[in-house]
């Protein structure tokens, strides 16, 4: 039985690079830190209606926690912080994304309390 993978949508991926650069550019500016929840919150809401599928967000939270070692060896802890932080958000968001794709892939199969 052979499982089939799903292609990945550039657009998806480029929108998730989108968010993902405005968040820096928010942390660059010194933004309060509450637009980095409204963005991750709005971009929680497009991951389902654009039906963004779960390994990109996942992705990027595994690329932004390969960046936050350097940022700590050049002494930028602040950036690190803020790159673990939001790699953490994406990760949840991938998780939830997953288990929602399990539930509607296997109704039948989900246990019964």
Do not use: H
């Not at 288990?99 to 989900?110: C, R, S, T, V």
């Amino acid at each position: 039985m052979a499982v089939k993978i799903k292609e990945l949508n550039n657009a998806n991926i480029f929108f998730t690079a989108l968010i993902m650069l405005c968040a820096v550019i928010l942390y660059r500016y010194n933004s309060p830190g509450y637009y980095l929840y409204y963005m991750l919150g709005v971009y929680f809401v497009f991951v389902f209606l654009l039906r963004i599928d779960s390994r990109i967000p996942i992705g990027a939270a595994l690329a932004l926690l390969l960046i936050t070692p350097f940022l700590l060896i050049r002494n930028l802890e602040n950036y690190a912080n803020y790159t673990a932080t939001l790699a953490y958000f994406l990760l949840v968001i991938g998780v939830i994304k997953q288990f929602a794709e399990y539930l509607k892939e296997k109704p039948d199969k989900i246990p019964r309390l």
